[in-house]
């Protein structure tokens, strides 16, 4: 069985460009959640879904990131315009529903802005 | 507010001795509490969790962990470490559909 998928595995752009990140989850995974991994930190969720229903997008920040999963199956984050604080792993991750808290995450996108 | 603290950012232990990895949370209820470990360039892999019951839990690559009520503890063991266990390893606690992760705790084994 696959994994969860994300592309690109590196990323190294200019400020203010912007960037793509692409999350294929596990196939039958309903939900599916974006997190933000700093360095020496825990991961911190920037949104999750059910199906193609965004249910929490609390710490999005809606001024500079924008998510999208229409099909309910693989979701691209979005970046537009970077800032040098971007720089992070874009961690990618699904499950079941009813499975609580039991993640599968992808090897995650890390993005550098300079 | 939830937290989950790790309060070791780096351990080093030698190979063959024991391990043992400290997490506490702070939740108004008992939360599900979790183990991930992430290796070097990957994602996080589970390692095992704890819902209710049995409050020694086992998981994968021989890890166990034992969930303390009066301590609000979930602290990682494992009896022997081998060089392949070091990594970076996050106790996380979900609750409300929301899981929180601690900041981590990087493990070295010395040969």
């Known amino acids: 069985e696959a994994g969860v998928v994300q592309s690109p595995r590196y990323k190294i752009i200019e400020k203010k460009q912007p960037v793509a990140f692409w999350c294929n989850p596990i196939?039958?995974?309903?939900?599916l959640y974006w997190y933000r991994q700093n360095l020496g930190q825990g991961p911190e969720l920037l949104i999750r879904?059910?199906?193609?229903?965004?249910?929490?997008d609390s710490q999005l920040p809606k001024d500079r990131f924008s998510a999208e999963r229409l099909k309910g199956v693989d979701s691209t984050l979005k970046i537009q315009p970077a800032e040098l604080g971007d720089s992070a792993v874009y961690l990618c991750?699904?499950?079941?529903?009813?499975?609580?808290?039991?993640?599968?995450f992808g090897e995650g996108s890390r993005l550098t802005v300079l | 507010a939830q937290s989950v603290t790790q309060p070791d950012i780096h351990i080093t232990v030698s190979e063959g001795a024991s391990l043992e990895l400290r997490c506490n949370y702070s939740?108004?209820?008992?939360?599900?509490l979790f183990w991930y470990v992430q290796s070097p360039g990957q994602g996080l892999q589970l390692l095992l969790k704890?819902?209710?019951?049995?409050?020694l839990v086992q998981g994968i690559k021989g890890f166990e962990a034992e969930f303390k009520r009066s301590q609000s503890s979930f602290n990682l063991r494992k009896p022997s470490v081998h060089w392949s266990d070091a990594a970076e390893y996050f106790c996380?606690?979900?609750?409300?559909?929301?899981?929180?992760f601690g900041d981590g705790t990087t493990l070295t084994v010395k040969p």
């Open positions: 991750a699904s499950n079941e529903r009813g499975r609580n808290g039991e993640l599968f």
């Open positions: 996380a606690a979900f609750n409300a559909g929301k899981s929180t």
């Open positions: 704890y819902f209710s019951g049995d409050t």
């Open positions: 196939s039958g995974h309903n939900t």
């Open positions: 879904y059910e199906n193609e229903e965004a249910v929490d």
């Open positions: 939740y108004g209820a008992t939360p599900y």
